[in-house]
């Protein structure tokens, strides 16, 4: 049972356009969403996150957007760059089980000159 | 400054055999943990541990064992590999095991084949 969904699997954006990646999740006992970015044959890497407390977050070019009513948040990507390119999983921390990070399943993006 | 290490990067390992993944940190947190990557399915917790001589079950430790004998150290061992168990293993660590205090600092993998 999957308890972040995530989507798209795969994204092709060109360059300068806007990365779109959603998430969506049941469990209200979910109390932080971090978004984790991955380049080939590294580790993931913490990219930008966000408490329910908040409906946006911003760094740069990326934001984060959450709709606690919808259970839902998602990753955008302003001004998207070749060097963006990677594979990105939103995760989910549950209140109650504090040593557990649930993953989504990854969208790999791809943004092309 | 060295991070996460995960030792070896790639492995072939024949079904029954044995061996150990290594992951060792430098930065001296509590918490550890494996991770398996597969196509499709995301990062999937094998197990962790929040301490020295303490560790716990994930969402699929079923063929895998591990210890925590020394905080810097989190071996993770498969018992009789199966193809299965192919995948890419992550080791990632935190200060505490909180994300919203610590982030998790991830090894670069261990490419795993079963054959």
């Known amino acids: 049972q999957q308890q972040v969904k995530q989507s798209p699997q795969s994204l092709i954006v060109q360059k300068g356009g806007i990365s779109i990646i959603n998430c969506a999740y049941e469990n209200t006992a979910f109390d932080y969403f971090p978004w984790y970015q991955q380049f080939p044959g590294k580790g993931p890497a913490l990219l930008i996150a966000?408490?329910?407390?908040?409906s946006e977050k911003k760094e740069g070019r990326f934001t984060i957007s959450f709709n606690k009513s919808a259970k839902q948040f998602s990753l955008h990507i302003m001004d998207s760059q070749p060097g963006d390119s990677a594979t990105y999983f939103c995760a989910a921390h549950h209140f109650y089980n504090t040593d557990k990070l649930i993953f989504g399943t990854g969208t790999r993006l791809q943004v092309f000159p | 400054n060295a991070g996460v290490t995960q030792t070896p990067k790639f492995q072939v390992l024949k079904t029954g055999q044995s061996m150990t993944l290594q992951c060792a940190q430098d930065m001296n947190h509590e918490y550890m943990s494996w991770y398996r990557q597969d196509p499709g399915m995301g990062l999937r917790l094998i197990h962790y541990s929040v301490g020295a001589g303490i560790t716990d079950q994930g969402e699929v430790p079923n063929g895998y064992n591990v210890s925590r004998s020394t905080t810097e150290d989190f071996p993770l061992r498969l018992l009789s590999a199966a193809p299965s168990q192919t995948s890419v293993y992550f080791c990632?660590?935190?200060?505490?095991?909180?994300?919203?205090?610590?982030?998790?600092?991830f090894g670069n993998g261990t490419r795993l084949t079963v054959t």
């Open positions: 990632a660590s935190s200060y505490d095991g909180t994300p919203y205090n610590s982030p998790l600092h």
């Open positions: 966000i408490r329910p407390d908040v």
